[in-house]
């Protein structure tokens, strides 16, 4: 038997299924076992090809271009720890519903639990954070292993696929030699096309949503993390029709590019204003309809949960419908646009207004907001008020996503917002952006924490391979920011020990052993003069010098005036 023929055979034929169903990149990190897999992709002008050395970051630049590209994404490693190191990510996928196509190189079964070298038992190592997870069969002379694999693959690809998406494993055991024929042609494929239609409600289903939306005087939209591609045109047509005001996620990339008559319709503060009691009990709904996930705001979820709707309808595509909150009354397993084809209703001028007038005011408060120095705030505002149409943000989790969430008004450029929201971690986070500017192509920014930088320094050695336009904003406090918001800064104990945790660590080096373009400011003028100078290299690091005490301070001080204000006009 002709040991590398058939192995040529065997990778090239997974790697043309994928292509023919659709997957496009892959992401490799190097490795003895994967090598006949690594050449199959990179001898391939069809396959585009990225290199991170770090598992555990190639993984994250797999999620961002796969969340930002909508298209499920290869990652391929050798076996070993290598594969263990993609394990945060694919957690962040599987809850995010991101599809990964994780390829794990693998011993052959003979070398498997004997003590050899780099062998680790692969075997459904990713648990229940994966939709599919096989080990595939050995390369064989086989013409009924060749039809087995191109529609295992295929299967492998439709569970990703399928909404809810999500990562799919597949563990590859490969013999040695290692070597394949760049020579050799594929061979014929006998698998043609997958066809995957959408669940639409029936008219049946449809009448009986009507009638709920009728019976509505308190009518509220809200909208969470939208997946990118989302019509926006569409909804906000679906929003006039009701004239419901929509609470919007900056996730939801509503509060971008609204349309002019839609502009009272979109609220963009309620983070803010749902802090006043007074404001509340005005503004109780008597039916929700909630598309995407449940937004950041921490406040808004404490409303709904004290105010329980009579009607809360989640319009989700999973059977296990997101209600972290327990409110959801109507679960609708369906798309977007099925719900959007709804009759014109009677609007409800009078609740519409309430919100829309408190909107008004908080905008303004927002637009004057001077903060102090030391605060993240007046930098994460000056940085929305600076970033050019047509471009892209990344969020941090923790501190900077609520910053985006209060700071981020609605605006008619096209800016688009990201953030690893199935977990909220903080880890991971410089990879996703640039996964994300890799498939975007256009101007991105970045905007994180000090902690959240070091977990994922290595993410930066992507940049050597390959050509980015990213500016990275380090808001440096010197810490964990988000605990001096929680209970625990009120116990004095081993509050620095455990949660503050500074390290005294600044960036310039790192920046400098990146060949980046480093600056360090102290001030929002600083700042300003910083974003507007001439982006000369591919990445560009603004380190902000912040201080967590004048942070907390300067937040409070702006919402307090807010309340202090809608409680004065009850």
């Not at 962040?92 to 052959?108: C, N």
């Not at 099925?338 to 919100?355: G, K, L, N």
Request: glycine fraction near 6%; hydrophobic fraction near 40%; charged fraction near 25%.
């Amino acid at each position: 038997m002709d040991e590398r023929r058939v192995l040529t055979d065997h990778v090239l034929r997974m790697r043309d299924t994928l292509l023919r169903a659709g997957v496009k990149e892959a992401v490799i990190s190097p490795g003895s076992r994967s090598t006949p897999l690594a050449y199959a992709f990179a001898s391939s002008d069809k396959m585009q090809t990225y290199m991170q050395v770090d598992e555990r970051s190639a993984a994250y630049f797999a999620l961002g271009l796969a969340k930002a590209s909508g298209r499920p994404v290869v990652l391929l490693c050798t076996s070993g720890t290598a594969a263990s190191n993609y394990h945060p990510a694919i957690t962040e996928a599987f809850y995010a519903r991101i599809p990964l196509i994780v390829l794990t190189a693998d011993r052959p079964h003979e070398l498997r639990g004997v003590g050899a070298p780099q062998a680790i038992d692969q075997l459904n190592m990713y648990g229940k954070h994966v939709k599919f997870s096989v080990d595939l069969p050995l390369a064989e002379d086989n013409e009924e292993l060749d039809w087995f694999l191109e529609r295992h693959v295929n299967r492998a690809i439709s569970v990703a696929m399928t909404k809810p998406m999500g990562p799919i494993h597949l563990n590859i055991p490969l013999r040695e030699p290692l070597l394949i024929d760049f020579d050799r042609k594929p061979r014929a494929s006998t698998f043609v096309e997958r066809v995957h239609g959408d669940i639409e409600l029936t008219t049946s289903q449809k009448q009986s949503l009507a009638t709920l939306f009728a019976n509505a005087e308190r009518g509220l939209i809200i909208a969470g993390e939208l997946p990118v591609g989302f019509d926006k045109h569409a909804f906000w047509n679906f929003a006039k029709r009701l004239q419901w005001p929509v609470l919007c996620d900056p996730l939801s990339n509503l509060r971008s590019e609204v349309p002019k008559d839609c502009r009272t319709l979109c609220i963009a503060h309620y983070d803010a204003l749902l802090k006043s009691e007074t404001f509340q009990m005005k503004v109780v709904p008597d039916m929700v309809i909630r598309f995407g996930t449940q937004p950041v705001s921490k406040p808004l979820s404490l409303f709904l949960k004290k105010h329980r709707p009579d009607v809360f309808m989640a319009i989700d595509e999973s059977p296990e419908f997101r209600d972290s909150l327990g409110v959801v009354t109507h679960h609708l397993q369906t798309s977007h646009e099925s719900v959007y084809d709804v009759p014109e209703q009677q609007e409800s001028a009078s609740y519409r207004e309430i919100w829309s007038s408190a909107e008004e005011f908080a905008e303004s408060e927002t637009s004057r907001y001077k903060g102090m120095a030391g605060d993240e705030g007046v930098i994460v505002k000056t940085l929305f008020d600076m970033l050019p149409d047509g471009s892209d943000l990344i969020s941090g989790s923790s501190m900077p996503i609520r910053d985006v969430d209060t700071f981020f008004c609605k605006t008619e450029k096209e800016v688009t917002i990201f953030s690893n929201r199935g977990t909220n971690g903080i880890d991971g986070v410089v990879s996703t952006a640039f996964g994300i500017e890799a498939a975007r192509k256009r101007p991105t920014y970045l905007l994180i924490g000090d902690l959240s930088f070091l977990h994922d320094v290595n993410g930066l050695i992507v940049s050597r391979f390959h050509k980015t336009n990213l500016t990275i904003i380090i808001l440096n406090n010197d810490g964990g920011g988000i605990f001096s918001y929680l209970p625990q800064s009120t116990v004095e104990n081993h509050f620095e020990e455990l949660f503050g945790t500074p390290t005294g660590l600044t960036f310039e080096h790192i920046g400098a052993m990146y060949d980046t373009q480093y600056a360090a400011v102290h001030t929002v003028d600083e700042f300003q003069a910083e974003l507007q100078k001439e982006k000369t290299k591919d990445v560009r690091i603004i380190e902000v010098f912040t201080s967590r005490p004048v942070n907390v301070k300067a937040h409070r001080a702006y919402w307090a005036e807010i309340i202090e204000e809608l409680d004065e006009n009850e």
